[in-house]
T-cell receptor, first 117, second 116 residues
Framework: AQSVAQPEDQVNVAEGNPLTVKCTYS??????LFWYVQYPNRGLQFLLK??????LVKGSYGFEAEFNKSQTSFHLKKPSALVSDSALYFC???????????????FGSGTRLQVQP | GAVVSQHPSRVICKSGTSVKIECRSL??????MFWYRQFPKQSLMLMAT?????????EQGVEKDKFLINHASLTLSTLTVTSAHPEDSSFYIC????????????FGPGTRLTVL
């Protein structure tokens, strides 16, 4: 079975500082990995994905994530945080090998990012 | 492009009534739609997967007679919460996948259901 872990419930960072939101995954085969952001009472907005190729993936709003196969991680990063980045962030995975065709995503528990001015 | 809408955005109903939530893909054909449920400060839990024209596939533990899903067209799926109870109060989010797309899912803005 596929699973995703986001070990931090909340991450606090000062505006202008770099931020990292951690994600580790477990799959039987090769993973498709995603990051989404959710603002209060809103649906999920896509940030970026890793399918194959370059381990460093660049996405929306200046975010990037690095796929590390040996550590089974896909941490989300941004060089300089903005107050407007404060939101709930979800990591998600789809197991290519075990996928039955539903192509559903398994989500992590979410990490709340709080950027202080 | 790739916009998914949900209606209503918020609904309050009395216990025992049924509520229908619509999910529409506005600018693409969604052969597959997913329904998720999110409790406060928790992650999204997949409830069911629906393919246009066929019966939905429910995840383990989700009552198919309580959460009726219909995916009658390539742009519309509905979730009906039958005989709603307070414990059904939650944030319901749908997502849609375009026909030949391998990776992308596009999410609706969600529907907040409160059962009194």
């Amino acid at each position: 079975a596929q699973s995703v872990a986001q070990p931090e419930d909340q991450v606090n960072v000062a505006e202008g500082n770099p931020l990292t939101v951690k994600c580790t995954y477990s799959v039987s085969g090769n993973p498709y990995l995603f990051w989404y952001v959710q603002y209060p009472n809103r649906g999920l907005q896509f940030l970026l994905k890793y399918i194959t190729g370059d381990n460093l993936v660049k996405g929306s709003y200046g975010f990037e994530a690095e796929f590390n196969k040996s550590q089974t991680s896909f941490h989300l990063k941004k060089p300089s945080a903005l107050v407007s980045d404060s939101a709930l962030y979800f990591c998600a995975v789809r197991d290519i090998l075990m996928d039955t065709g539903r192509r559903a995503l398994t989500f992590g528990s979410g990490t709340r990012l709080q950027v202080q001015p | 492009g790739a916009v998914v809408s949900q209606h209503p955005s918020r609904v309050i109903c009395k216990s025992g009534t049924s509520v229908k939530i619509e999910c529409r893909s506005l600018d693409f054909q969604a052969t597959t739609m997913f329904w998720y449920r999110q409790f406060p400060k928790q992650s999204l839990m997949l409830m069911a997967t629906s393919n246009e024209g066929s019966k939905a596939t429910y995840e383990q533990g989700v009552e198919k007679d309580k959460f009726l899903i219909n995916h009658a067209s390539l742009t519309l799926s509905t979730l009906t919460v039958t005989s709603a109870h307070p414990e059904d109060s939650s944030f319901y989010i749908c997502s849609a996948r375009e026909g030949l797309a391998l990776y992308e899912q596009f999410f609706g803005p969600g529907t907040r259901l409160t059962v009194l």
